[in-house]
Each structure stands twice: as C-alpha cells, then as structure tokens.
C-alpha cells in the first residue's frame, strides 16, 4: 500500500539524522528541567487552584510535552514544502501522481513518529527520574494519547504546511513562519499550560487548532483528561485537522494556478 | 493520435521590478515565455526541443506535464488536459529536469525507487522487475545504497532517468538531461535513451543546449526562440536551412596556401596557413573524409572539430526569416 510505504519512507528519513536527534534529546531536556523547576516553583507558591494540576500532574505536562516537543512540528515550522516552492522545486511534486499534501504529510508523519522514539521516549524517562513518577495507570490513557499524538503530529504539520503554501503568493515566508512559530507555540501550550491562562486568551487560544498540537495530546496522555473528555479531545483534534486539510487542498489549487517556476 | 498537441500556447509571467529612485514601489511587468505555440508530436517520434536561454523551452514542458497553467491556448498530452488531470498524466509521462531532482537526497538511493513505486502504486513485482532493468541499464548497482546527497552528477543524472522511467512512461521528457556531464556519460546516456526507445516506442521530447543529443537521439527538430516555434522539421532539414556547418580546425606541419578542399569552405588561416579552418556540412560529408583529402595536401599535426552550437543555429535561423 502507497501510504504506509511514505510513512516508512518518513521514518527511515529522520533515521540518518542520529547526532541531531541526540543534540534534540539533550535540549529537549535541559529545557524540561528549567520548565519544570519553574512551574513546581509556580506552584507551590500558589495560593490559588492553578487550574487543578498537583506536583505529579504537573510534572507529567512539563516531561510530556517536551518529549513531544521534536515531534510536533511547532518552534520551528519549517518544511520541504516551503523550501522547494521557493527554489521552484515544487515542479517536480507536481509530476507525481498524488495530491501535493498527500506527498508530504505521509513523509512527515513517519517522520514525526520516529523523533518519538530518540527524543520522546527518554525524555519521559529522564523526567520520571528526576521528579518522580508520574505516568498514569491503566492501558486507556496510552491507548487514547496514540492516537492523540498521531492527530497531534498530523495536525501541527499541516499547520506548517499551509503556511509554506502561502510561500505561492509571498515567495518569502520566512517572516510570517516565525510568526506564526511564536503564537503556535505560546497558544499551544508549551510556556504556560493552556488551562492557566487567563480566561480571554484560553477563549482565543480555542479559536486556533494549536492546542491540539499539544495540550491536547499531553492531556489524554498524562491522564489529566479521561473518558468522556478525552474523546472529546480526540474529536476536537480530528476536526482541525479535517479543516486543515480542506484549507492545505484549496491554497495547492490556487497555489498552482498562481504558481511561476521560471528557468530551469 | 498525438501523444502531445499544442495549440496557439501563450504563457506570461509577472516580473516585478523596483523603479529606479523610488525605493518602496515596484513596477510589475508582463513577460511572456511562450508566444503562440502550435506543433504536435506523434506517437513514438523522437523530438528535440532546441532554442537559446529563455526560449521558453522549460516552460512549454511544464505546461505539458500540467505543472503550470497556460496564459491562453490549449495543451493536450496523452489526449488529456495536463492541469485538470494532473495525477492521471503523472501515471503516463516520466520528465527529467535536468536541474532539479526528483530523488530524496537524505536517503540511499533505492529507497527513492521504494518510494516513487509507492507513489505510483506499482504492483511489487512489476517494480522489482523494472528496477532490475533499469539498474543493469543505467548501470546504478555500484550505489544503490549510497545516500543521492553523495551521487556524483554523471551517478546522479543517470539515477534521476531512471527515476522518470521507473512508471514506464509512454512519453518521456527530458529537460537537459546531459547537462554538465563528460563525453563518456552523454553517450552512455545517449545508447541508453536509444535503447530504450528502440524496445519500448516510447516518444521522447527532449530539450536540450547540446547539439550532439539531437543528432543521436532525435528525427525531428523544434527550434523555439522567443517562445516562438521559428523551425519544424528534420535536423538535416535544420542543417541544410541555416548551413549548421561544423569546422575542422588543422594545425599543420608547415604553412600552406589555402586549402581548397571539395565540399568544404575555407574560413580562414593563421600563422600563415599553419592553422587553418574549414566549414564543412556534416549531412555532406564526414569530418574524417575531410581530413583525409586535407592529409593529402599537407601533414596535418593536430586538430578539432567545432561544433555548431544552438545558439548560433537559431540566430541563423531568425536572421533568414526576416
């Protein structure tokens, strides 16, 4: 089958990056050690409800997401798409028999779901031997945070991806990437968990699909978000991303019907 | 039916340009890269695609292969419309850019043909057998697992053919596929691409600054020049319109008077005849046939041939139709 093989291909991909993925690992935890000091400090002297989260849960939300952090494309959204429309190389995505977005988003996600396994998997390790354990029991929270991730993964890519393709119009995306980098980033949860902010922000914040690139994955993973919530997590994620891939297939459209690749 | 039919084809694109002393406006301007192309190319021809730098030779094909949308004008490739049916056509046309590829440079090179097989949703076996095919053709054994990043150019060139042939195409395009490369890998490029052809009919549309690739490969010849179509016909047809004439250049042991040789003309001499240069029509006759009646006039020392090259052909070409 097409698909798996792209998301094998993905896979294999990130495989030859293997110093990159330990110079990741080792920011991805020096970051979650200062986060986490920051937030436990944060919250122990708190006097307030810090929207329900403990020592443990919280924890939990600062190792987890800094273990999905290589994963979900968010700091730094830079992708092929963006890269090949400016130097015109898109030309030759077009020669392929698949959709522009279908060509891409496979790779990616075997990509992303490599970087769990060098990057995630031992960040979540080295939290727990710092700061405890905090993984929850039972088998639904992982079974559930699965797919959370996968739509996590899926959904932050498009979202990078639809912002290469305005690259159609601008040429240059360097600066709205950044942008967009920076809000993404700041709404998705990764400074200060969403359900902290104060109220107007955390209604701006649902406005955007960025909360499903990774409070939302954190919740149904950490177990912070069970059974009828977390469904409901799972629905909200799949809905962006549906959304999403309407938006990424109409900007390829226009896209190619603005598009110039001159010389060569 | 043609594999390819263009009809009054017109492509514009927008430049735009700062105006001279005002630093924030900016003046766009309409260029067109294709002006009115109309030709047809027939199942299992060979076709060069020949003009200068911005003939608007590339654009023509990525309007065939339904990359670009076309200003004004229709494109049919494979009897389909190359924009609407996109996806459909990939299954049918293999291109070569001679300047981008179409492999994934991070990875060892099998795994693009891994790859490209799943995106053409090739039946395994079929894959495998063709992959087999190409690799002893091409000759890519020796780095099917070295990452493309790490291919040379003339490895590269020969991988990136494949790539576009993996699908078995019924028309391949080749957009300058022998640029860069030494006389060695244009003509094992070349035996290939004729060997190919010969067992599988496909139709060949190349475009190309070399020469040497139309005379090899192709039995008709489109010169375009300013997105104009200024010549269709056979490359002999082609020679004998502009008298794309090739130059032997003789260095001699001795100066000589000119030389008045049969079907040749002599262009010029220096140091006193030691060096002399006579144009002669290679479908007339043959640079070895010349020397030999130069041998026997003089001792001939050393020499070389000139090749005519495209852009001289097509300044010829456009001065005769004024």
């Known amino acids: 089958m097409g698909t798996w093989q792209l998301v094998r291909a993905g896979f294999r991909q990130q495989s030859q990056y293997r110093l990159a993925m330990v110079a990741g690992l080792a920011t991805n935890c020096v970051f979650g050690f200062i986060r986490a000091s920051v937030l436990l400090a944060a919250l122990d002297a708190s006097t307030g409800a810090f929207a329900g989260y403990t020592r443990e849960s919280l924890a939990a939300y600062v190792w987890i997401s800094q273990a999905l952090l290589g994963a979900v494309l968010l700091m730094v959204p830079t992708t092929a ?119 107007w922000l955390r209604g701006l914040a649902a406005l955007t699909p960025f909360p499903t690139f990774l409070q939302y994955p954190v919740d149904v993973l950490s177990g912070r978000v069970v059974g009828l919530d977390a469904w409901s997590h799972l629905a909200t994620q799949a809905g962006w991303l549906l959304g999403m891939l309407l938006l990424a297939q109409l900007l390829a459209t226009l896209g190619r019907r603005h598009l110039e690749v001159q010389g060569g | 039916m043609s594999v390819v039919e263009v009809d009054r084809l017109v492509r514009d694109f927008t430049v735009r340009e700062p105006v001279p002393g005002r630093r924030l406006r900016r003046r766009a301007r309409q260029v067109r890269a294709v002006d009115g192309l109309t030709f047809t190319v027939g199942p299992g021809e060979a076709v060069g695609y020949i003009g200068a730098n911005g003939a608007g030779k590339s654009t023509t094909i990525k309007m065939l292969a339904g990359i670009l949308v076309p200003t004004s004008g229709t494109v049919r490739t494979c009897g389909t419309d190359p924009v609407r049916a996109r996806r459909r056509l990939a299954r049918r046309i293999g291109v070569v850019f001679g300047q ?146 090739r130059v032997l250049v003789v260095d001699l042991a001795e100066p000589v008077a000119p030389l008045q040789v049969p079907g040749t003309r002599h262009l010029g001499s220096e140091g006193d005849g030691v060096r002399q240069h006579l144009a002669f029509d290679p479908t007339r006759t043959t640079a070895a046939a010349v020397l030999a009646q130069v041998q026997r006039a003089a001792e001939v020392r050393d020499l070389s041939v000139a090749e005519p090259d495209i852009e001289d052909v097509v300044r010829r070409l456009w001065s005769r139709s004024r």
């Not at chain 1, 996590?152 to 600066?175: D, I, M, N, P």
């Not at chain 2, 991070?106 to 043909?113: I, N, W």
């Not at chain 2, 600054?209 to 002999?236: F, I, P, Q």
């Open chain 1, 81 to 199: 798409v963006g890269e090949r429309i400016k130097t015109g190389d898109i030309a030759v995505d077009f020669l392929r028999p698949v959709s522009l977005l279908a060509g891409h988003l496979w790779m990616a996600l075997g990509r992303g779901l490599f970087t769990l396994l060098p990057r995630g998997v031992p960040a979540v390790v080295v939290g727990t031997l710092t700061v405890g354990w905090f993984l929850p029991g039972g088998v639904a929270p992982y079974l559930l945070g699965a797919v959370s991730v996968v739509l996590a993964v899926a959904g932050s890519y498009l979202g990078a991806h639809c912002v290469a393709l305005a690259g159609f119009w601008l040429v240059e995306t360097r600066g709205l990437n950044a942008l967009y980098g920076i809000v993404a980033t700041f709404l998705a949860g990764l400074f200060v968990p969403v359900d902290l902010f104060p109220g």
């Open chain 2, 100 to 245: 981008r590829s179409q492999l994934w440079w991070d990875l060892p090179l099998a795994e693009s043909y891994d790859i490209l097989a799943a995106i053409h949703r090739l039946e395994p076996a079929r894959a495998r057998r063709r992959r087999a095919e190409l690799v002893e053709e091409l000759e890519l054994g020796g780095f099917l697992a070295t990452p493309v990043r790490q291919l040379s150019l003339g490895q590269r060139m020969r991988a990136e053919v494949a790539a576009a042939l993996l699908h078995e195409p019924e028309l391949v395009v080749l957009d300058e596929p022998t640029i860069g490369l030494d006389v060695l890998s244009k003509q094992r490029l070349r035996e290939f691409l004729v060997h190919e052809r010969g067992s599988r009919g496909t139709t060949l549309l190349l475009t190309t600054h070399d020469m040497g690739d139309v005379e090899r490969l192709c039995e008709r010849v489109l010169v375009v020049d300013h997105g104009r179509l200024a010549y269709d016909g056979s490359l002999s047809g082609l020679a004998a319109t502009v008298a794309a004439e």
